[in-house]
């Protein structure tokens, strides 16, 4: 019991849980990767309307080995208002916890009926397979009634130990709701943000089909303190400053070998990796296919200026160093205050 005392049992926070959320938010905030910004973000209000199923239902990890028992997780809807913003589709998130939670018992029943029955094999009842619902369909009312013409909109996905994603509706790609939802929503207000709530990449296609997206924000799973990370990132009181970590393909079809992967080809036990070496951004660079997003992408709210005059490489047979004077300089998609350039060197 007293291990168990030390572990965190207590209803009261323990210092080293603290020091810990303040990493856990630190992580987050460093994590999350600006893939595209036209202008706007950081948000100019505190009105928004937030939609998409990982709005108020934000997944945080994986499933299976993925998962961790933290205290608590705070959603982006919850992060949000904590940072002071208001909420202007409160409805519809209301609507979507009823519609979340009815198709959460069809599967939790549908789950213990397969249980009761063992069908399939025991990874296929370790891993839950629950995909949430899309939500009501977003109207011209929630426009008109939400009072604002900012947009944020939260496509989330999960996946884990025994449940690999799949090139399908509803995965991989957008469901045919989200699709629907993104290009309205990208049509009805004048500053729409999209997030993904995902621990890998979606088929991108759909950002070149649906004109009116003006920022994408890559999430991935952010942990217990994701949503005061959004918020952060969202107001402009963090900058973004992850980088992707693999490359993103405008559409699913262009990665090699795609249409061989595991089910798609029949075979689940047996992979062969057919690349060879060309995984990742090899195949893209040597056969001059253009991704969607590479590997290190990630924008910010400011830019940087490099003085060629005055660079100095050196080298000691081992390294080769490069020094630059580093300008970071307003962008034009960050305009609230300005300030002195401030030099670097790397």
């Known amino acids: 019991m007293k291990l168990l005392t030390r572990a965190g049992c207590s209803d009261e926070m323990s210092r080293r849980e603290k020091e810990n959320l303040a990493v856990a938010y630190q992580a987050a905030c460093e994590g999350i990767v600006l893939l595209k910004n036209d202008g706007a973000l950081p948000l100019r209000t505190k009105r928004v309307a937030l939609y998409g199923s990982g709005a108020s239902r934000t997944i945080k990890g994986g499933t299976g080995s993925g998962e961790v028992n933290e ?16 909420i202007a589709s409160r409805r519809w998130l209301e609507e979507y ?11 939790r ?3 213990a009926r397969r249980l009761k029955r063992f069908q399939g094999s025991i990874m296929d009842l370790l891993f839950d397979n ?8 977003i109207t011209q009312a929630d426009v008109i009634n939400g009072g604002t013409d900012t947009c944020v909109y939260v496509v989330s996905r999960q996946a884990g130990e025994g449940g690999d994603r799949r090139a399908e509706k509803g995965d991989f790609l957008l469901s045919d709701g989200e699709r629907e939802a993104i290009r309205f929503c990208a049509e009805k207000y004048a500053h729409f943000i999209l997030a993904i709530n995902s621990g890998s990449a979606l088929d991108m296609g759909f950002v070149e089909e649906i004109p009116g997206i003006n920022a994408i924000l890559f999430l991935c799973q952010l942990g217990q303190e994701g949503g005061h990370a959004v918020a952060d990132i969202l107001s402009g009181a963090v900058s973004p400053s992850g980088k992707l970590t693999d490359t993103w393909a405008r559409r699913y079809s262009q990665l090699p070998f795609s249409q061989e992967y595991s089910y798609l080809n029949g075979d689940v ?4 990796y057919k690349e060879g070496i060309y995984v990742g ?9 253009e991704p969607a997003f590479p590997f290190g992408y990630g924008l910010s709210y400011t830019d940087f200026a490099m003085r060629c005059a005055g660079i100095r490489i050196s080298e000691d047979g081992r390294r080769v160093t490069v020094e630059a004077a580093v300008a970071n300089r307003e962008s034009t998609s960050h305009r609230q205050g300005g ?5 670097l060197r790397p």
């Open 71 to 86: 205290r608590r997780s705070v959603t982006i809807l919850e992060g949000m208002e904590d940072r002071g913003f208001e």
């Open 97 to 107: 916890d009823t519609v979340y939670e009815e198709a959460m018992e069809a599967h």
């Open 109 to 111: 029943k549908e789950k």
């Open 130 to 137: 629950f995909r949430p619902p899309c939500g009501h369909p």
């Open 269 to 272: 036990d047996n992979e062969f």
């Open 281 to 289: 951004y090899r195949f893209f660079d040597s056969f001059g296919v």
């Open 339 to 343: 300030g002195p350039a401030l030099c």
